[in-house]
């Protein structure tokens, strides 16, 4: 990057409740000071987290027009019609799990803007490099990057807010209302909750910020074992792995590696563990090939289980009760267990917190832990020599699918 001059660009959002970016204006300052010979354009945008000012004051151009950009960085949804031809793309496409959808009739309009998106960015020669597929040198492993922690702390936030909503007087402000993390810690460290039992599943990001935001909450970890054996008095919680939430149908031992190799082998546990449960709070990963975590009929078996916050937020995935995903204006829905149908908030059926795009309530704190972990872990490999996370993590280049992504070409035809 020492000699060649090379021009970024920030994207402005598609998508009307998206105000995150990837890079904050002092980002933008010091890799401007570090590199004499980089030029970065922003979008201009009345929406995102950071003002078009503050970007102007740390060296970028505001511009609409970016044919000049070589590489343009984007977080979520793009505007389909203002891609444009022979650039590389950096955004988050969310076309990993779109398998189950192949050969099917799509109804659902965040399947088709997917499809849409595909064939457009096929059509114009561009480059997508998705960021959730830049993960270490095995490809399938550790992720550089993501905005899962954020995910799952104001996952576990909604979740205990919702409990709050249902069974006290008093809620807590919403996050995006405080915008500010630090505060959103203390305000909840302030807050008591009485005897609760919380199952909390994965082992990621998400679920690493869940479990910050329930401790932050002095909710008390426990053991596996100690949760499902122990009474309490307090509110505890206890975070399961998948492989504690999964068992082999041959009852052989299991490890992470068989169950990603054979998942078809394994079937779910997590019904044992939810009979004394109230509230499930859901962070762990989930892929169509994978068994869900319990099944519409089993529902009724969990007599305590009155809320469930699914920051995994997959429709109709490893939580049967996620219908449908909510907005950050409007975060919860009731599920009638019988009919498995919505019903109206109440203390009947099971409470359901399913927003789709949790991080957008801290966009500020999400941003800055993004935007490093973009400069850090991205940009040196991209501008420079690629380790090969980048190459892996290209779906698409020079007007097709890459080879690991092939499979993509069923799905938009």
């Not at 950071?50 to 979520?76: H, W």
């Not at 007087?169 to 909840?188: D, H, S």
């Not at 380790?387 to 007007?399: C, E, F, L, V, Y």
């Not at 092939?406 to 938009?412: A, H, K, Q």
Request: some cysteine; charged content about 25%.
């Amino acid at each position: 990057m020492k000699n060649k001059k090379i021009t970024l660009s920030i994207l402005r959002e598609a998508r009307i409740d998206e105000n995150r970016a990837p890079f904050t204006p002092t980002q933008i300052s010091n890799l401007l000071n570090k590199f004499s010979n980089l030029k970065i354009i922003v979008q201009p945008s009345k929406k995102r987290c950071f003002k078009d000012e503050d970007y102007l004051k740390a060296g970028a151009q505001i511009t609409d027009n970016l044919n000049s950009a070589d590489i343009i960085f984007g977080v979520k949804e793009v505007e389909i019609s203002t891609l444009i031809k022979n650039k590389t793309y950096l955004f988050f496409s969310h076309t990993n799990k779109v398998h189950q959808y192949i050969g099917q009739t799509i109804n659902d309009k965040a399947i088709i803007y997917k499809k849409e998106l595909l064939k457009e960015i096929i059509k114009k020669n561009i480059t997508l490099i998705d960021y959730e597929n830049v993960r270490d040198v095995s490809g399938e492993g550790y992720r550089y990057l993501g905005f899962g922690r954020f995910a799952g702390i104001i996952g576990a936030y909604n979740t205990l807010n919702l409990y709050l909503k249902l069974y006290t007087e008093q809620t807590l402000p919403r996050a995006f209302e405080i915008n500010n993390y630090e505060q959103v810690k203390k305000i909840i460290s302030k807050q008591i909750f009485n005897k609760i039992k919380i199952l909390l599943t994965g082992s990621g990001r998400a679920s690493k910020g869940a479990v910050e935001m329930l401790k932050y909450a002095n909710i008390r970890q426990v053991t596996l074992n100690d949760y499902l054996k122990k009474k309490y008095d307090e509110a505890i919680f206890c975070n399961v792995s998948a492989t504690k939430h999964v068992e082999r149908k041959d009852g052989k031992s299991s490890s992470d590696q068989d169950y990603i190799l054979n998942p078809h082998e394994y079937n779910s546990k997590v019904k044992n563990y939810l009979i004394d449960t109230d509230m499930l709070i859901a962070c762990h990963y989930w892929d169509p090939k994978l068994p869900k975590l319990f099944s519409s009929k089993q529902i009724n078996e969990f007599k305590n289980l009155k809320i469930i916050g699914d920051v995994t937020c997959d429709i109709n995935g490893s939580v049967p009760t996620t219908i449908r995903s909510t907005s950050i204006a409007k975060p919860y829905y009731s599920i009638n267990t019988d009919s498995m149908k919505e019903m109206e908030l109440g203390n009947k059926g099971i409470a359901i917190m399913a927003v789709d795009n949790l991080p957008s309530e801290l966009p500020r704190d999400a941003s800055e832990e993004f935007g490093c972990s973009v400069v850090s872990e991205i940009l040196p490999y991209l501008i420079d020599k690629d380790d090969g996370r980048i190459n892996r993590a290209t779906t698409a280049s020079n007007g097709k699918f890459c080879s690991k992504f092939t499979y993509l070409n069923d799905f938009i035809n």
